[in-house]
């Protein structure tokens, strides 16, 4: 099936540990990202990936580091856990250079940290 | 003010009649406007884009776009209790694609 990826689909984790979430996709998109879903449903972009280089870095805490080892792969890792990281982390891809072209997510990762 | 503003709702309509969403974005550079649908516990899914002005049919769904507004709609047709889900619209500009907070429909049999 041609999708986008992503593990695990639920992470419950402690306050301070560190954690990582791996996303891949065979749709051979050039461009990838990481979106953050809060409580309130509101989706919003933290990292972009164009072909392993990071384009896109929103205002987001250092303690999250995003890899991306090919254009088919992004992972995030994060540092330090805090109870406000609990989110839906979402990952998705698009292909460059057309407007018509929405992005395709992944199917999220829940995370509750405790 | 927001990029990209929905009406949060819950909006609540009977089975068969017309679900009129709305959006509004910040930004008049915007280039191309998506419609999503995420279901409880699921990821967002595309269901309509427009770039032109004027109105874009598919099937049931028809998406509305006035730049000079800086406005979209989507509207669905003969609603199903199926439909039943959150509408998130999302304006790509900056080379990103921007979220609104979404609409909650609910469809009532």
């Known amino acids: 099936d041609t999708a986008v990826s992503q593990t695990p689909k639920y992470l419950v984790t402690q306050m301070g540990n560190d954690k990582s979430i791996k996303c891949e996709q065979n749709l051979g998109h050039d461009t990838m990202y990481w979106y953050k879903q809060d409580s309130k449903k509101f989706l919003k972009i933290m990292f972009s990936?164009?072909?392993?280089?990071?384009?896109i870095n929103e205002t987001v805490p250092n303690r999250f580091s995003p890899k991306s080892p090919d254009k088919a792969h992004l992972n995030l890792h994060i540092n330090s856990l805090e109870l406000g990281d609990s989110a839906v982390y979402f990952c998705a891809s698009s292909q460059d250079g057309r407007l018509d072209y929405g992005y395709t997510f992944g199917s999220g990762t829940r995370l509750t940290v405790v | 003010q927001k990029e990209v503003e929905q009406n949060s709702g819950p909006l609540s309509v009977p089975e068969g009649a017309i679900a009129s969403l709305n959006c509004t974005y910040s930004?008049?550079?915007?280039?191309?406007f998506f419609w999503y649908r995420q279901y409880s516990g699921k990821s967002p899914e595309l269901i309509m884009f427009?770039?032109?002005?004027g109105d874009k049919e598919d099937g049931r769904f028809t998406a509305q776009l006035n730049k000079a507004s800086q406005y979209v709609s989507l509207l669905i047709r003969d609603s199903q209790p199926s439909d039943s889900a959150t509408y998130l619209c999302a304006v790509r500009a900056g080379g990103k694609l921007i979220f609104g907070q979404g609409t909650e429909l609910s469809v009532k049999p």
């Open positions: 990936y164009n072909n392993k280089e990071l384009i």
């Open positions: 930004d008049r550079g915007s280039q191309s």
């Open positions: 427009i770039y032109s002005n």
